[in-house]
Nanobody, 123 residues
Framework: QVQLVESGGGLVQAGGSLRLSCAAS????????MGWYRQAPGKQRELVAQ???????NYADSVKGRFTISRDNAKNTVYLQMNSLNPEDTAVYYC?????????????????WGQGTQVTVSS
């Protein structure tokens, strides 16, 4: 069983900043990637940013240059620094982890979602 603890969401004015964090724990052998997705009302969930165990990053075009994803491997924690926020960034932000685990001696891969944290940007 895996647990993801998200924090850092809230209400901010346009142009402001927020920092999200997500800590993974539980039956994890290794983490292959961690990332943040978001879902605005009436829209599909979309990738915001992802970082692999090797440090490679991937960003949505809409957040490039404004958001930065980073990771503390020792703490199994991922961070999303969000700057220059605008009302279009308003959404529920979900943490996702792709991890490996061992069951009956066999290594398997799975992914897990956090419960989501609300980010609201006022104009």
């Amino acid at each position: 069983q895996v647990q993801l603890v998200e924090s850092g969401g809230g209400l901010v004015q346009a142009g402001g900043s927020l920092r999200l964090s997500c800590a993974a724990s539980g039956n994890i052998l290794s983490i292959k990637a961690m990332g943040w997705y978001r879902q605005a009302p009436g829209k599909q969930r979309e990738l915001v940013a992802q970082i692999t165990s090797g440090g490679s990053t991937n960003y949505a075009d809409s957040v490039k240059g404004r958001f930065t994803i980073s990771r503390d491997n020792a703490k199994n924690t991922v961070y999303l620094q969000m700057n220059s926020l605008n009302p279009e960034d308003t959404a529920v932000y979900y943490c996702n982890v792709i991890y490996t685990f061992r069951v009956f001696g066999v290594q398997r891969e799975n992914n897990y979602w956090g419960q989501g944290t609300q980010v609201t940007v006022s104009s």
